[in-house]
Structures are given as C-alpha cells and as structure tokens.
C-alpha cells in the first residue's frame, strides 16, 4: 500500500488545494477508512471561507463520507476491516458535556465534526472515530449513501421527529441537495408534500421528486398559498435565506412548527402575531447520530428513495464545491474517489 494519499485542504480562506500526505494510523477508538465517496454539502462553505467558530486552517473538507474500513485502532470490537461506512457530519461525542450526560448526544458541545474539528472527507483516507460512524447497507451505492449521510440524516430526522401524522400537510423550502431528499422523505412519510421554490425551473423536478404540490415564490405568496391549502403542519426550511424563512411561519396551521434545518447567514425577521395567535413554533433541528443515520439509511433503502447525483473526481474538489455554491447541483455533487469499488 501507498504510504501516502491525496486530500483536498482549505489552505486559506477560499482555496482548495489538492496536496499529498502520509496515510496516519488510526489511534485508540479510531477507525481508517479508504474513502470511496464524499458529497459536498453547503455547509462546507463555513470551512472553505473559514468562517467557522475556531476553525484552524488547513483543513480538510466534507462531512458526507463513504469509504471501507482499512485498519482499526485500540479498541475498537464493533467494526470489522472491510466494512462499508460512512461518516456524517455528527462524528462523535465527547460523553462527558452536559447534554451528553442528558443522553442528547446529537447536541454534545464539544462533538467532533469531521471537516471543522478534525480532516474530513475531501480525501482518498479519513480517520473517524469507531463511535461515529454508521454502516452502509449493500443495495446503496458509496455515491448514492454519501449525500444521505448528512443532507438525508437531516431532513428525515426532522420530519420523523416533528409529531406529525400521516396525511399532514408539510411544506419543504429550498430545493437543493437537502431539500431533495426532504421531498422525498415528507412524501414517502405519508405526508401531504408542497415544495417551495424560487422560479418556475424546478417545479417538473419537485413533482418528480414526489411534491404534491410547487409554490413558486416568484409568482406567488409561499405563505399564502400554504394558508389556502389549510395551512401546513410543519415547514422544513433549508434554504440558506434568513429573509425567505420568517414569513413562511404564517403559513403554518395552529400548533405548526417551522422546522429550521437551512443555516442563514442573514438572521430571520419574525412577527410575533401568528406565534401567538395560533400556538405555532419554530425550532431548529441538527444532523443526527450513527445509528440515526442508519435509520436514514435503511429508510431510503426501503421506500427506494436515492439522492440525485452529479459526480466529479476528488481533484476537482473546488470545480465541485464552486457548483454547488452558484446553486448548479441536480442535487447534490459527489466527489469519488479511484478507490471507489460500489
Ligand atoms: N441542520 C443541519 O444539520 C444542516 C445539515 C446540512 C446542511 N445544513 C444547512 O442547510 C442549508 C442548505 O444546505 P444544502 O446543502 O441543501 O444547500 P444547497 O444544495 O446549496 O441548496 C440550497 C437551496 O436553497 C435554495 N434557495 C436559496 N435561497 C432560496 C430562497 N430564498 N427561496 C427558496 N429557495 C432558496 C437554492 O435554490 P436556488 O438558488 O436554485 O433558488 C438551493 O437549491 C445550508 O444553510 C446548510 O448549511 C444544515
Ligand atoms: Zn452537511
Ligand atoms: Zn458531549
């Protein structure tokens, strides 16, 4: 085996690099994963900017990783070499912090977040630790596991633990590599689906995707037409617009949630009115743990739900990630890998 692979750094803030290292071992509770695939995700952009609260550059990208265990650390009895995993954007808790000793891992304060915290996965190799990592069934694909393991672990968890009931009205907002996924989750879930788009463009794709309904905020009030169809139970908001996500909180029925997965850099405008008047709440919801993800995973695998992907080769992480970006993704890029064997 080579003693060194390829990975893709933010060397400074906006510029990926592809640069050569030595293959690390994996230390105790750690495992060394052969990456196969890795999707970009918008969030990506907090790394690549450096924007992230105490990030340290460089910093190897990507949080939506899929690969093959290639050598364990101490202790580690769960994982086998050779098993297919992936690696999401939850990459282990601390188990000590308060929320921790909650049992609310997902919201550890001092968690480890592969592309922030530790190298990601805009590599051919990753280091993750055992506890984080979830494993892939067979009938997926490494490029088509890779976006669910942070775009799909999003949303489904968000609807899955939104209270819902079936034949609810749910709106998802923002159609892009989560909300793709959420479409397809909220409709495979037995929900009322309308998606919310800017633009006429996606409404073909949207209905594909299994929408029952398009609201094109170009031409019409998302909120309003919400209210005409009764109004929603719960809106998933993921598009990246503060401005876009406040208004929608009038389309919500009494006791509707407005569920923020999208994280703005703009902040929200809310009315006080229709949070009162109504009982209807917004809360945000975050990624979610390994074994969530396998449920993600095993959810999709069982009501055929996969992720749209456009591919491109792990050295052209930044063609890649500047696509997404300008909001050119049908839905989602995968970076792959020469090792990619499924
Ligand atoms: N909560 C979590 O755990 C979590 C997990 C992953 C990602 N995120 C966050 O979720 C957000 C979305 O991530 P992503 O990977 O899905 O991004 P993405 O693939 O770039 O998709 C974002 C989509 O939002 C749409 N959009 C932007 N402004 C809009 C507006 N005003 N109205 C309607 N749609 C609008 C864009 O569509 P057009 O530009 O084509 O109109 C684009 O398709 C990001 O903020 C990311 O950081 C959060
Ligand atoms: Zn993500
Ligand atoms: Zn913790």
Not at 26 to 43: D, W, Y
Not at 264 to 290: C, K
């Amino acid at each position: 085996m080579k003693g060194t692979y390829k990975a893709v750094e933010v060397s400074a803030p906006g510029n990926l690099r592809v640069v050569e290292r030595s293959v690390p071992d994996p230390g105790a509770g750690q495992v060394r994963i052969r990456v196969e695939a890795c999707g970009i995700c918008h969030t990506d952009a907090a790394t690549v900017t450096g924007s992230y609260p105490g990030l340290k550059l460089p910093r190897v990208p990507g949080h939506e990783v899929v690969g093959r265990i290639e050598a364990l650390g101490g202790g580690v009895a769960r994982w086998k070499i050779g098993e297919r995993v992936g690696v999401g954007f939850f990459g282990g808790e601390d188990g000590v912090c308060e929320s921790c000793r909650r049992g609310d891992i997902v919201n550890c304060q001092n968690a480890v977040i592969p592309g922030v915290t530790v190298d990601g996965g805009y590599a051919e190799v990753m280091i993750a630790e055992a506890r984080g990592i979830a494993s892939v069934p067979d009938e997926l694909t490494s490029v088509e596991a890779a976006p669910l393991l942070c775009a799909g672990i999003t949303t489904y968890n968000a609807l899955r633990n939104a209270g819902l009931r079936g034949g609810d009205l749910v709106a998802v907002q923002g159609i892009g590599g989560l909300g793709h996924l959420g479409i397809q989750f909220a409709r495979h879930m037995g929900f009322r689906t309308a998606a919310i788009g800017r633009g006429g463009e996606k409404e073909k794709l949207a209905k594909d995707l299994g929408a029952h309904v398009y609201i094109d905020t170009a031409v019409d009030d998302a909120a309003a037409a919400l209210r005409r169809m009764g109004g929603a139970r719960a809106i998933l908001a993921t598009a990246p617009s503060g401005d876009a996500m406040g208004p929608l909180v009038s389309g919500l029925a009494a006791r509707g949630k407005l569920i923020v997965v999208g994280v703005p850099l703009d902040p929200m405008q809310l009315s006080a009115f229709p949070l009162v008047f109504g009982g209807r709440s917004i809360y945000g919801s975050l990624a979610g743990t390994a074994i969530d993800t396998e449920d993600a995973l095993a959810f999709s695998v069982l009501e055929n739900i996969r992720p749209m992907i456009e591919t491109l080769p792990l050295e052209q992480a930044a063609e890649a990630y500047n696509r997404m970006m300008q909001g050119k993704a049908r839905f989602r890029v995968v970076l792959v890998t020469n090792d990619r064997v499924a």
